[in-house]
């Protein structure tokens, strides 16, 4: 019986999605080995603790905890200093991290600290004897990679939004821990964390993605966008590169091949051509709906629900019926 590690990402004292995420594929993953248990690690500012119920909801068998009034942002090396600290000590199979920006660049770290192998962006995952068996999407998600790690533990970063959430009604144990290293004495400083802000939703967080293209004409069109995410109440607002790069969005909210990968519940690309690179950051959306005024643009082969027309037209109209079911007409 092996146990599995999960580091739950959190940002401004409260859970990232992708830490219930991770805490439940290292649940999955323990149960297809034949049982053991599931440690998660949760590093943050005092309080932070609280946190720990919704972890054991996820799956965890164990949070460890680590308060620190200096630990309120992530810190790189102390981060990667405590996760390894513990994967060292704990006889771990395998060890689950976000493939967010903060997991992409912890568990890297924590890979160079133990000397063992790691592999990114998993859509897929299997322990198969001493192996680790994962999957990767390449080429613009055109080309699904299986890659094959040995050894113990074996650290994968997963993408957000690959693995639903468990939600058991299960019970954590916890326990304190202490950062490895002192917080004062780290050489990299974490000082703000940019783009859309620690207060809004974030891309990968939000259950509802609403992006728009070019087809808004310009960027004060975008409060249409904007408009609607606000009706949906849990919604993020993406964009297309030609979008971003014409400086009417900000770059971070760039969805695609060279910007943000995402995976809601809903996505719904408004005046979006569908270039293979912009799909290349939102294919796996579990419903997409599309709305251009081009019967053959590209996006409709992928939606699940088309609209053509005229976004200036179908969009307000869509905004209020969302607003008018939201609140219960
Ligand atoms: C190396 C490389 C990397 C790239 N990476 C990315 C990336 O990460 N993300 C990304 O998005 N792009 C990326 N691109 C750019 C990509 O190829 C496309 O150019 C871009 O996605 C197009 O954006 P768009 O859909 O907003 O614009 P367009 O392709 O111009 O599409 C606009 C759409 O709006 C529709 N439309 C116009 N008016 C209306 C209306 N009134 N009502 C309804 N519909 C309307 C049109 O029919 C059209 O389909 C990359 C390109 C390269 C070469």
């Known amino acids: 019986m092996a146990n599995m590690f999960a580091f739950a990402e959190s940002r401004g004292g409260s859970l990232r999605k992708v830490a219930l995420e991770a805490v439940s594929a ?3 993953a323990t149960d297809a080995t034949g049982g ?3 440690h998660a690690l949760l590093i943050g500012a005092p309080g932070i603790g609280a946190k720990a119920a919704a972890l054991g909801r996820a799956g965890a068998d164990l949070v460890i905890v680590v308060e620190h009034a200096g630990l309120a942002r992530y810190s790189p090396e102390v981060f990667a200093a405590t996760a390894a600290d513990r994967l060292r000590s704990g006889g771990y199979r395998g060890a689950f991290f976000a493939a967010s920006a903060e997991g992409r660049d ?10 063992v192998s790691m592999a990114s962006d998993l859509t897929g ?14 080429h613009i998600g055109k080309i699904i990679t299986t890659v094959r790690l040995t050894g113990s533990p074996a650290l994968l970063t997963l993408r957000p939004g690959a693995v639903l959430v468990t939600d058991a009604d299960r019970t954590a144990r916890v326990e304190q821990g202490a950062p490895a290293l002192d917080p004062a004495a780290a050489r990299v400083v974490v000082t703000s964390v940019g783009g859309t802000g620690d207060a809004q939703l974030d891309l990968a967080d939000a ?12 960027a004060a069109n975008f409060k249409l966008v904007e408009e609607l995410a606000a009706a949906f109440g849990n919604a993020a ?4 590169r030609a979008v971003t790069d ?11 091949q060279t910007g943000r990968i995402v995976s809601p519940d809903l996505y719904v690309a408004v005046g979006i051509s569908g270039a293979i690179q912009h799909l290349a950051g939102m294919r796996t959306s579990k419903t ?13 082969k992928l939606a699940d629900y088309g609209i053509v027309g005229d976004l200036f037209e179908i969009v307000p109209r869509l905004t209020e019926e969302v607003r008018k079911a939201r609140a219960g007409h």
């Not at 198969?128 to 068996?133: F, K």
Request: proline residues 7%.
């Open 26 to 28: 290292a649940r999955q």
């Open 36 to 38: 053991g248990e599931v």
């Open 106 to 115: 912890l568990a890297p770290r924590v890979a160079v600290a133990l000397g």
């Open 125 to 138: 995952f299997a322990f198969e004897g001493d192996a680790l068996v994962g999957k990767h999407p390449t």
């Open 207 to 218: 259950p509802v993605v609403v992006s728009g293209g070019r087809g808004l004409r310009e």
């Open 237 to 240: 607002v993406g964009a297309t």
């Open 246 to 256: 014409d400086g009417w969005r900000d770059p971070s909210t760039q969805i695609g």
């Open 288 to 300: 997409i709906v599309a709305i251009n005024k081009d019967k053959d643009a590209p996006i409709f």
